[in-house]
Protein backbone atom coordinates (compact mmCIF):
# COMPACT_ATOMS: atom_id res chain seq x y z
CA UNK A 1 0.00 0.00 0.00
CA UNK A 2 2.65 2.14 -0.56
CA UNK A 3 1.01 4.44 -2.92
CA UNK A 4 -1.01 5.33 0.17
CA UNK A 5 0.89 5.61 2.55
CA UNK A 6 3.19 8.48 -0.40
CA UNK A 7 -1.10 10.11 -1.00
CA UNK A 8 -1.61 10.12 3.42
CA UNK A 9 1.96 11.31 4.04
CA UNK A 10 2.10 14.49 2.59
CA UNK A 11 3.78 14.03 -0.54
CA UNK A 12 0.72 14.99 -2.75
CA UNK A 13 3.24 17.13 -4.66
CA UNK A 14 3.70 13.94 -7.14
CA UNK A 15 0.60 14.72 -8.02
CA UNK A 16 1.83 17.10 -9.61
CA UNK A 17 -1.39 19.55 -9.50
CA UNK A 18 -4.32 19.46 -12.20
CA UNK A 19 -7.78 18.48 -11.93
CA UNK A 20 -7.15 15.43 -11.09
CA UNK A 21 -5.10 17.33 -8.07
CA UNK A 22 -7.68 19.55 -6.91
CA UNK A 23 -10.42 16.40 -6.82
CA UNK A 24 -7.96 14.07 -4.86
CA UNK A 25 -6.92 17.93 -2.66
CA UNK A 26 -10.70 18.27 -1.74
CA UNK A 27 -11.28 14.69 -1.02
CA UNK A 28 -7.86 14.39 1.22
CA UNK A 29 -8.44 18.00 2.88
CA UNK A 30 -9.98 16.77 6.10
CA UNK A 31 -7.23 14.50 6.89
CA UNK A 32 -4.27 17.49 7.14
CA UNK A 33 -4.62 20.18 10.00
CA UNK A 34 -4.74 23.26 8.32
CA UNK A 35 -5.66 21.92 4.45
CA UNK A 36 -3.51 21.03 2.02
CA UNK A 37 -1.59 24.78 1.69
CA UNK A 38 1.61 23.01 4.21
CA UNK A 39 2.28 20.41 1.97
CA UNK A 40 5.83 19.48 0.58
CA UNK A 41 6.23 18.30 -2.77
CA UNK A 42 7.63 15.67 -4.24
CA UNK A 43 8.68 14.81 -7.35
CA UNK A 44 10.47 11.55 -7.22
CA UNK A 45 7.72 10.54 -9.03
CA UNK A 46 8.00 11.35 -12.27
CA UNK A 47 5.06 10.25 -15.11
CA UNK A 48 4.44 6.69 -15.26
CA UNK A 49 5.77 5.95 -12.26
CA UNK A 50 3.97 2.71 -10.53
CA UNK A 51 2.86 4.44 -7.42
CA UNK A 52 1.76 7.78 -9.16
CA UNK A 53 -0.42 5.96 -11.79
CA UNK A 54 -1.90 3.90 -9.16
CA UNK A 55 -2.88 6.80 -7.02
CA UNK A 56 -3.68 8.45 -10.21
CA UNK A 57 -5.96 5.74 -11.10
CA UNK A 58 -8.07 5.34 -8.02
CA UNK A 59 -8.74 8.96 -7.97
CA UNK A 60 -10.01 9.08 -11.22
CA UNK A 61 -12.10 5.81 -10.81
CA UNK A 62 -14.12 6.63 -8.33
CA UNK A 63 -14.84 10.28 -8.99
CA UNK A 64 -15.93 9.07 -12.57
CA UNK A 65 -17.78 6.09 -11.09
CA UNK A 66 -20.04 9.56 -9.01
CA UNK A 67 -20.23 11.53 -12.43
CA UNK A 68 -21.22 8.32 -14.42
CA UNK A 69 -23.87 7.84 -11.90
CA UNK A 70 -25.38 11.37 -11.71
CA UNK A 71 -25.40 11.82 -15.40
CA UNK A 72 -29.51 10.90 -15.43
CA UNK A 73 -29.93 13.06 -13.32
CA UNK A 74 -30.03 11.45 -9.88
CA UNK A 75 -28.20 8.28 -8.52
CA UNK A 76 -30.17 4.83 -7.94
CA UNK A 77 -29.43 2.78 -4.91
CA UNK A 78 -28.26 0.15 -7.86
CA UNK A 79 -25.47 2.73 -8.55
CA UNK A 80 -24.26 3.25 -4.89
CA UNK A 81 -24.31 -0.69 -4.63
CA UNK A 82 -21.71 -0.97 -7.43
CA UNK A 83 -19.85 1.63 -5.93
CA UNK A 84 -20.01 -0.47 -2.76
CA UNK A 85 -18.93 -3.52 -4.22
CA UNK A 86 -15.76 -2.33 -6.00
CA UNK A 87 -14.52 -1.07 -2.38
CA UNK A 88 -15.36 -4.25 -0.62
CA UNK A 89 -13.27 -6.12 -3.37
CA UNK A 90 -10.85 -3.66 -2.94
CA UNK A 91 -10.90 -4.11 1.10
CA UNK A 92 -10.71 -0.85 1.54
CA UNK A 93 -9.50 0.56 5.11
CA UNK A 94 -11.38 3.05 6.53
CA UNK A 95 -9.38 5.53 5.77
CA UNK A 96 -9.43 4.44 2.36
CA UNK A 97 -13.11 4.17 1.91
CA UNK A 98 -13.98 7.34 3.44
CA UNK A 99 -11.88 9.13 0.58
CA UNK A 100 -13.10 7.27 -1.95
CA UNK A 101 -17.00 8.17 -0.93
CA UNK A 102 -15.50 11.48 -1.12
CA UNK A 103 -14.16 11.32 -4.63
CA UNK A 104 -17.59 9.97 -5.42
CA UNK A 105 -19.36 12.71 -4.15
CA UNK A 106 -16.88 15.07 -6.23
CA UNK A 107 -17.54 13.26 -9.18
CA UNK A 108 -21.75 13.90 -8.76
CA UNK A 109 -21.14 17.70 -8.24
CA UNK A 110 -22.15 19.88 -11.11
CA UNK A 111 -19.25 21.39 -13.09
CA UNK A 112 -17.19 18.51 -12.57
CA UNK A 113 -14.01 18.84 -15.42
CA UNK A 114 -14.73 15.23 -16.69
CA UNK A 115 -12.82 15.98 -20.15
CA UNK A 116 -9.66 17.56 -18.04
CA UNK A 117 -9.86 14.94 -15.61
CA UNK A 118 -9.38 12.36 -18.65
CA UNK A 119 -6.77 14.13 -20.38
CA UNK A 120 -4.69 13.84 -17.28
CA UNK A 121 -5.67 10.34 -16.67
CA UNK A 122 -4.78 9.44 -20.20
CA UNK A 123 -1.53 11.36 -19.82
CA UNK A 124 -0.74 9.76 -16.56
CA UNK A 125 -1.44 6.53 -17.55
CA UNK A 126 1.70 6.97 -19.88
CA UNK A 127 0.05 4.44 -22.52
CA UNK A 128 -0.70 1.74 -20.36
CA UNK A 129 -3.65 0.72 -22.68
CA UNK A 130 -4.91 -2.60 -20.73
CA UNK A 131 -5.30 -0.11 -17.40
CA UNK A 132 -7.23 2.07 -19.51
CA UNK A 133 -9.20 -1.09 -20.91
CA UNK A 134 -10.43 -2.04 -16.93
CA UNK A 135 -10.35 1.42 -15.93
CA UNK A 136 -13.51 1.59 -18.67
CA UNK A 137 -14.82 -1.75 -18.10
CA UNK A 138 -15.11 -0.14 -13.62
CA UNK A 139 -16.92 2.71 -15.38
CA UNK A 140 -19.28 0.97 -17.99
CA UNK A 141 -20.28 -1.61 -15.16
CA UNK A 142 -21.17 1.66 -13.58
CA UNK A 143 -23.29 3.02 -15.97
CA UNK A 144 -25.34 -0.81 -16.16
CA UNK A 145 -25.75 -1.10 -12.38
CA UNK A 146 -29.01 -0.30 -13.00
CA UNK A 147 -29.84 -2.85 -15.55
CA UNK A 148 -30.38 -0.67 -18.39
CA UNK A 149 -28.25 1.84 -20.65
CA UNK A 150 -29.90 4.52 -21.65
CA UNK A 151 -29.07 6.72 -24.70
CA UNK A 152 -27.21 9.52 -22.68
CA UNK A 153 -25.47 7.10 -21.01
CA UNK A 154 -24.58 5.51 -23.77
CA UNK A 155 -23.44 9.32 -25.28
CA UNK A 156 -21.48 9.47 -22.61
CA UNK A 157 -19.41 6.36 -21.99
CA UNK A 158 -18.60 6.59 -26.00
CA UNK A 159 -17.49 10.47 -25.55
CA UNK A 160 -15.35 9.23 -21.73
CA UNK A 161 -13.82 6.05 -24.33
CA UNK A 162 -12.79 8.66 -27.13
CA UNK A 163 -10.97 11.03 -24.73
CA UNK A 164 -9.21 8.24 -23.62
CA UNK A 165 -8.09 7.16 -27.30
CA UNK A 166 -11.05 4.29 -27.96
CA UNK A 167 -12.48 4.40 -31.57
CA UNK A 168 -16.16 3.94 -31.97
CA UNK A 169 -15.78 0.64 -33.22
CA UNK A 170 -13.14 -0.33 -30.11
CA UNK A 171 -15.46 1.17 -27.70
CA UNK A 172 -18.80 -1.20 -29.53
CA UNK A 173 -16.38 -4.12 -29.21
CA UNK A 174 -15.66 -3.80 -25.81
CA UNK A 175 -19.20 -2.86 -24.74
CA UNK A 176 -20.61 -6.27 -26.32
CA UNK A 177 -17.59 -8.18 -24.34
CA UNK A 178 -18.71 -6.32 -21.12
CA UNK A 179 -22.69 -7.13 -22.11
CA UNK A 180 -21.12 -11.00 -22.89
CA UNK A 181 -19.59 -10.81 -19.74
CA UNK A 182 -22.71 -9.71 -17.50
CA UNK A 183 -25.23 -12.47 -19.42
CA UNK A 184 -22.41 -15.50 -18.93
CA UNK A 185 -22.50 -15.14 -15.51
CA UNK A 186 -26.50 -15.29 -15.07
CA UNK A 187 -27.94 -16.91 -18.13
CA UNK A 188 -28.74 -20.61 -16.95
CA UNK A 189 -30.03 -21.79 -19.98
CA UNK A 190 -27.13 -23.86 -22.44
CA UNK A 191 -28.02 -22.31 -25.76
CA UNK A 192 -27.49 -18.72 -23.94
CA UNK A 193 -24.84 -19.01 -21.86
CA UNK A 194 -22.91 -20.43 -24.96
CA UNK A 195 -23.91 -17.01 -26.81
CA UNK A 196 -22.73 -14.98 -24.28
CA UNK A 197 -19.25 -16.82 -23.77
CA UNK A 198 -18.49 -15.82 -27.12
CA UNK A 199 -19.70 -12.23 -26.59
CA UNK A 200 -17.77 -12.32 -23.98
CA UNK A 201 -14.11 -13.24 -25.71
CA UNK A 202 -14.99 -11.11 -28.36
CA UNK A 203 -15.58 -13.79 -31.19
CA UNK A 204 -17.59 -15.05 -33.46
CA UNK A 205 -19.51 -18.83 -32.99
CA UNK A 206 -18.02 -19.48 -36.35
CA UNK A 207 -14.32 -18.76 -35.41
CA UNK A 208 -12.04 -21.45 -35.68
CA UNK A 209 -10.76 -23.41 -32.50
CA UNK A 210 -7.21 -21.28 -33.25
CA UNK A 211 -9.18 -18.23 -33.29
CA UNK A 212 -10.99 -19.08 -30.16
CA UNK A 213 -7.71 -20.16 -28.80
CA UNK A 214 -6.14 -16.88 -29.71
CA UNK A 215 -9.01 -14.56 -28.33
CA UNK A 216 -8.91 -16.55 -25.08
CA UNK A 217 -4.78 -15.81 -24.91
CA UNK A 218 -5.34 -12.16 -25.45
CA UNK A 219 -8.41 -11.50 -23.27
CA UNK A 220 -6.30 -13.14 -20.21
CA UNK A 221 -2.86 -11.54 -20.83
CA UNK A 222 -5.02 -7.70 -21.29
CA UNK A 223 -6.50 -9.19 -17.33
CA UNK A 224 -3.44 -10.71 -15.94
CA UNK A 225 -3.76 -9.01 -12.20
CA UNK A 226 0.02 -8.93 -12.14
CA UNK A 227 0.92 -7.53 -15.33
CA UNK A 228 -1.98 -4.77 -14.42
CA UNK A 229 -0.73 -4.12 -11.04
CA UNK A 230 2.83 -3.24 -12.84
CA UNK A 231 1.31 -1.30 -14.72
CA UNK A 232 -0.34 1.10 -12.00
CA UNK A 233 -3.73 -0.98 -10.95
CA UNK A 234 -3.89 -0.65 -7.36
CA UNK A 235 -2.93 -3.72 -5.20
CA UNK A 236 -6.04 -3.36 -3.61
CA UNK A 237 -8.20 -3.83 -6.75
CA UNK A 238 -6.31 -6.93 -7.65
CA UNK A 239 -9.53 -8.75 -6.90
CA UNK A 240 -11.57 -7.15 -9.48
CA UNK A 241 -9.08 -8.04 -12.14
CA UNK A 242 -8.82 -11.66 -11.20
CA UNK A 243 -12.48 -11.84 -11.03
CA UNK A 244 -12.45 -10.57 -14.66
CA UNK A 245 -10.07 -13.63 -15.43
CA UNK A 246 -12.03 -16.06 -13.92
CA UNK A 247 -14.81 -15.18 -16.08
CA UNK A 248 -12.84 -15.31 -19.11
CA UNK A 249 -11.55 -18.88 -18.15
CA UNK A 250 -14.88 -20.47 -17.93
CA UNK A 251 -16.20 -19.18 -20.90
CA UNK A 252 -13.22 -21.04 -23.12
CA UNK A 253 -13.61 -23.95 -21.21
CA UNK A 254 -16.95 -24.10 -21.77
CA UNK A 255 -16.97 -23.60 -25.29
CA UNK A 256 -13.77 -25.32 -25.94
CA UNK A 257 -15.87 -28.73 -24.15
CA UNK A 258 -19.01 -27.83 -26.45
CA UNK A 259 -16.43 -28.02 -29.44
CA UNK A 260 -15.11 -31.35 -28.51
Not at 37 to 65: I, K, P, Y
Not at 139 to 165: C, H, Q, W, Y
Not at 183 to 195: L, T
Not at 240 to 260: F, H, N, P
Amino acid sequence: MSWWGKVVGGTFGFMMGGPLGAVLGAALGNYFDGGLDGLSLDDSLGLGATERVQSVFFTTTFALMGYIAKSDGRVTKDEIAMAERVMQQMRLNSQQRTVAINLFNEGKKDGFPVHEVLAQFKKESFRRRNLIQIFLEIIIATAFADGRLDDRERKLLEDISKDLGYSATEFNALLSRLSGQAHFANEESSADKIKAAYELLGISPKCTDTELKKAYRKQMSQHHPDKLVAKGLPEEMIDIATEKTQAIKAAYDLLKSQRA
